[in-house]
């Protein structure tokens, strides 16, 4: 597929991550003390914005040496972002019970869910936001080394954390997830999570496994979720989703029969819909049942296949 043919939501970070700059220390030192470069702050996942022009919401910028100041002037808590330009954005990760846009930032934006947010930012900012997230949610996950337990420090700019006891190097996780719609003839199936509402219905996902390709893992699922005999798989897109660390791999898949069997444990029952009841549910138009936004690729999925033609 063309590379701008589409985009979901957390993709898109227009920064050059400069991957070759990482490891220069004096450079990204430079840069941090740099009073053109900027910063951005998440606070226990929350990320700062402030209201756009255009009444929507933006990332809110900081001067990077205040990001400096915030994370103590180590690089703990401090992430390069890349460069926009030439100008070097950084992030800064910020912990506690105590709102900082309260305290040292005030007045300077507010801490806002980004699922909350996501389809109100420019969907650069989603991106970048995004990246920030999962690298940091990373970080808090793997402080200690998974090869002999030590702490580990960070390097490169926070890209990488290194054991200083046995030397391991440890990188960025990221986790597959493959999310698909099963279609046969001319209906498509959603499913209701065993945990989720009654009436939120959306499409099927599961972990990709050690050893499978991705067509392996969405036939095994829709197998083992909803007795599906998957006999084809397209791709559709990815979508980063930073909850932590995921990459969704956005399928439509043929199944050979409509005779769905819940497993009870993942999934709790089972619609089918027509393209024509499939937009409706994205519009909200069918009674008592609920479908994702167009910020998850489940909905992009499930819009993509109701729009083509019979
Ligand atoms: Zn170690």
Redesign the pocket.
Request: glycine share 10%; hydrophobic share 45%; aromatic share 8%.
């Given at each position: 597929m063309a590379l701008d043919a589409f985009q979901n939501t957390f993709a898109g970070n227009p920064l050059n991550r400069a991957s070759e700059r990482r490891g220069d220390a004096a450079w990204l030192a430079e840069k941090l003390a740099a009073s053109d470069s900027l910063g951005l702050a998440v606070w226990n996942g929350r990320p700062l914005v402030e209201t756009g022009k255009d009444g929507g919401v933006q990332i809110a910028y900081l001067r990077a040496d205040m990001a400096r100041e915030l994370a103590d002037n180590g690089w703990e808590r401090l992430l390069f972002m890349g460069l926009w330009n030439e100008t070097a954005v950084f992030a800064v990760d910020l912990e506690g019970g105590v709102d900082p846009a309260d305290g040292p930032l005030q007045g300077l934006g507010r801490f806002e869910d980004l699922r909350a947010i996501a389809l109100r930012l420019p969907p650069a900012d989603a991106g970048i936001l995004a990246t920030a997230k999962s690298m940091f949610e990373w970080r808090r996950r793997h402080r200690f080394?998974?090869?002999?337990?030590?702490p580990?420090e960070v390097a490169e700019g926070g890209w990488k954390r290194v054991?200083p006891?046995?030397?391991?190097e440890h990188f960025p996780r990221t986790d597959p997830v493959v999310i698909m719609l099963p279609v046969h003839g001319d209906r498509c199936m959603v499913g209701r999570g065993a945990a989720w509402p009654k009436g939120m219905f959306s499409a099927l996902a599961g972990f990709l496994e050690p050893g499978e390709s991705i067509e392996e893992a969405c036939a095994r699922e829709l197998f083992e979720e909803a007795g599906l005999r998957a006999t084809s798989v397209r791709y559709h897109s990815t979508q980063p989703w930073p909850y932590p660390s995921s990459l969704m791999i956005g399928l439509i898949a043929q199944v050979d029969g409509d005779q769905a069997t819940p497993d009870q444990t993942e999934l709790a029952e089972v619609r089918w819909f027509t393209r024509a009841e499939a937009r409706d549910l994205l519009a909200g138009k069918v009674e008592g049942v609920g479908a994702p936004t167009l910020m998850a690729i489940a909905a992009q999925l499930i819009k993509a296949w109701a729009e083509e033609a019979d």
């Amino acid at each position: 597929m063309a590379l701008d043919a589409f985009q979901n939501t957390f993709a898109g970070n227009p920064l050059n991550r400069a991957s070759e700059r990482r490891g220069d220390a004096a450079w990204l030192a430079e840069k941090l003390a740099a009073s053109d470069s900027l910063g951005l702050a998440v606070w226990n996942g929350r990320p700062l914005v402030e209201t756009g022009k255009d009444g929507g919401v933006q990332i809110a910028y900081l001067r990077a040496d205040m990001a400096r100041e915030l994370a103590d002037n180590g690089w703990e808590r401090l992430l390069f972002m890349g460069l926009w330009n030439e100008t070097a954005v950084f992030a800064v990760d910020l912990e506690g019970g105590v709102d900082p846009a309260d305290g040292p930032l005030q007045g300077l934006g507010r801490f806002e869910d980004l699922r909350a947010i996501a389809l109100r930012l420019p969907p650069a900012d989603a991106g970048i936001l995004a990246t920030a997230k999962s690298m940091f949610e990373w970080r808090r996950r793997h402080r200690f080394c998974a090869a002999c337990g030590q702490p580990s420090e960070v390097a490169e700019g926070g890209w990488k954390r290194v054991c200083p006891s046995c030397n391991a190097e440890h990188f960025p996780r990221t986790d597959p997830v493959v999310i698909m719609l099963p279609v046969h003839g001319d209906r498509c199936m959603v499913g209701r999570g065993a945990a989720w509402p009654k009436g939120m219905f959306s499409a099927l996902a599961g972990f990709l496994e050690p050893g499978e390709s991705i067509e392996e893992a969405c036939a095994r699922e829709l197998f083992e979720e909803a007795g599906l005999r998957a006999t084809s798989v397209r791709y559709h897109s990815t979508q980063p989703w930073p909850y932590p660390s995921s990459l969704m791999i956005g399928l439509i898949a043929q199944v050979d029969g409509d005779q769905a069997t819940p497993d009870q444990t993942e999934l709790a029952e089972v619609r089918w819909f027509t393209r024509a009841e499939a937009r409706d549910l994205l519009a909200g138009k069918v009674e008592g049942v609920g479908a994702p936004t167009l910020m998850a690729i489940a909905a992009q999925l499930i819009k993509a296949w109701a729009e083509e033609a019979d």
